[in-house]
């Protein structure tokens, strides 16, 4: 398993945005597959944006779609989200995910991944 850090959740007004963060530690994500996933109170949690480690195809839920970026930095250590047009429904806990996959695509459900940060709340107020 990594070690995931994810950081940069806070409150933010309808229509702002935010971007999160999330270092491995001793990896670089060349050869995982890579995902955002929140979860909202009393909801189960859902995969917001994935992507492989090779391939470069991304999933994107539909309520983001558009609005939501996943990315990482040249050195693929560190994952983010770029996200813009909050919603009030955007928030919730985000948690960022790893799994060592070398075979490309993405993985969009939760128990597909057995690396996960700590989680970082997102507020977003109306």
């Known amino acids: 398993d990594v070690q995931l850090q994810a950081s940069g959740g806070g409150l933010a007004q309808a229509g702002g945005s935010l971007r999160l963060s999330c270092t491995a530690s001793g990896v670089a994500f060349d050869d995982y597959a890579i995902g955002w996933f929140r979860q909202a109170p009393g909801k189960p949690r859902e995969g917001v944006a994935c992507t492989g480690g090779s391939d470069g195809i991304t999933y994107y839920a539909d309520s983001v779609k558009g609005r939501f970026t996943i990315a990482t930095d040249v050195a693929k250590t560190t994952m983010y989200l770029q996200m813009n047009s909050l919603k009030p429904e955007d928030t919730g806990v985000y948690y960022c995910?790893?799994?060592?996959?070398?075979?490309?695509?993405?993985?969009?459900?939760?128990?597909?991944?057995?690396?996960w940060g700590q989680g970082t709340l997102v507020t977003v107020s109306s």
């Open positions: 995910a790893a799994r060592d996959d070398r075979g490309g695509g993405y993985f969009r459900y939760s128990s597909d991944y057995d690396s």
